[in-house]
């Protein structure tokens, strides 16, 4: 198939932008179980950039980079940046996830320039750049249906259909090897131009695994980048993804919280991922995101009250896992953020951002809660509510005990390899641990480090 006149246009202008900005680029760095080894003890914090201050601006939101850089944060991961379409707009702004043009920045937001300073501004502070990419769908009046009309699935009538059920976007045809490249200049245009350390890919199982071992290779041929797939079929690490979404995992997690399964039904879906996914498959837990917090009313509804902090340690400190921070969860935000219209967060009290930090930095400098550390399930109570385990790795050990209930537990630790004298991360001390009955709270949680 001959490539069409936009695209080469586009790819003119990807090499051009590639030749001007060749020193934003960075050498790989080194890897880990064939992923980037920074994020093997790091955390991804989500930004919403339109609800974050009252500008919802990129500008507004560089106030707050010392904050998040002081609790901990390592990457932040941005909403889609592109303008949103206007045909079949939901609400007065829209949805992020709409996108008019890949190769522009939301004047919502500022410009470019902006970007790219924030980028640079990001990795001064030694974190890292991920941005959200939609590549199952477009807006209702992306430049491509005009440009490129060929590029999307067609109905009876001619026209491009919507995705899924999604009144405001359009598919995208996976068919067409033309749309596909143009898919993978965009991408790249954003890695070139301003330096990003990664991915984040919108509705990933709903795009052809083809295309992934196409575009990915490509893309960490450029730069060794962090690929987060939105989905948790089997193909999308096999397709080069490094980490996925541990929806079996949350939903039990949701379970459990609720009373409806006891704690032991975690290892369940510890069994299940074993056999699902290829060895050294990370996935990306959490308590919240966008999509949980403004329609399923995480984690105010779903992790409510005090049962919220253990599934966040849990979270933090799970094997296989990159742990995931929502916007305002450290404050908390206690509603769900309107998805379409202006609806800032008010920060101010930062509730949590003192248990968040302790988890993070703990992760951080502790190789015993890397992504590929040794788990061991430690029994020492009753399974139906307590959930025990240890992290270890290089002479570094972490001792977990969660309380996934609403009751007072009783606690015995049999182990003889961890009595002792360890330190209470969370009392910030020392403190013996025997084999001695003790009791812990309802939803309660104790860290031990070795």
């Not at 919502?108 to 640079?120: H, N, Q, R, Y």
């Not at 041929?221 to 797939?229: D, G, Q, T």
């Not at 397709?239 to 919280?257: L, R, T």
Request: with cysteine; glycine share 6%; aromatic share 14%.
């Amino acid at each position: 198939m001959k490539k069409s006149i936009g695209l080469l246009v586009l790819q003119f202008a990807f090499l051009y932008s590639f030749s001007q900005n060749a020193q934003l680029v960075i050498s790989k760095s080194d890897s880990t179980d064939g992923h980037p080894a920074w994020v093997m003890q790091g955390n991804i914090y989500e930004v919403n950039v339109r609800q974050y201050t009252a500008e919802g601006t990129l500008n507004a939101f560089a106030k707050h980079l010392a904050r998040l850089k002081s609790m901990g944060v390592q990457t932040l991961w941005f909403m889609p940046l592109n303008p949103i379409s206007k045909v079949d707009r939901k609400g007065t702004l829209g949805s992020y996830y709409a996108v008019a043009d890949y190769t522009a920045l939301n004047p919502e937001f500022g410009t470019m320039s902006d970007w790219i300073a924030l980028v640079k501004q990001i990795h001064n502070l030694g974190m890292k750049v991920i941005i959200d990419w939609v590549p199952n769908h477009t807006g209702g009046d992306n430049r491509w249906l005009t440009e490129h009309p060929d590029f999307f699935v067609k109905d009876g009538s001619g026209k491009a259909t919507v995705a899924k059920d999604w009144a405001d976007t359009r598919q995208l045809d996976y068919q067409n090897p033309v749309m596909e490249d143009s898919m993978i200049a965009s991408m790249k245009f954003w890695l070139v131009n301003s330096n990003i350390d990664g991915f984040r890919c919108d509705v990933a199982w709903n795009v052809p695994g083809s295309f992934w071992q196409k575009c990915i290779p490509q893309l960490k041929s450029i730069k060794n980048i962090f690929m987060l797939a939105e989905g948790d079929s089997s193909y999308l690490p096999k397709s080069g993804f490094d980490a996925v979404y541990p929806w079996h995992m949350f939903h039990m997690m949701e379970k459990i919280a609720k009373g409806a399964r006891p704690a032991f039904g975690l290892d369940s879906i510890q069994k299940q991922n074993a056999l699902m996914y290829p060895p050294n498959t990370l996935q990306m837990y959490f308590t919240s995101n966008h999509d949980e917090n403004s329609w399923n009313k995480a984690d105010y509804g779903s992790f409510p009250g005090r049962s919220h902090a253990p599934f966040a340690v849990f979270t933090q400190t799970m094997v296989s896992g990159v742990p995931l921070i929502y916007s305002g969860q450290e404050e908390p935000v206690l509603r769900p953020l309107a998805f379409f219209d202006k609806d800032p967060i008010v920060f101010g009290k930062f509730g949590r951002a003192k248990f968040y930090k302790t988890l993070l930095n703990l992760r951080k400098n502790n190789p015993a809660l890397a992504a590929n550390a040794s788990f061991r399930k430690v029994k020492v109570g009753n399974e139906k509510a307590l959930y025990a385990y240890v992290r270890q790795k290089e002479g570094n050990k972490i001792f977990v005990i969660l309380n996934l209930s609403d009751k007072e537990q009783t606690v015995t630790v049999n182990d003889k390899s961890l009595t002792g004298n360890p330190f209470n991360v969370f009392m910030g001390k020392n403190e013996p641990l025997s084999s001695k009955l003790w009791k812990i709270e309802p939803w309660g949680y104790v860290i031990y480090k070795y």
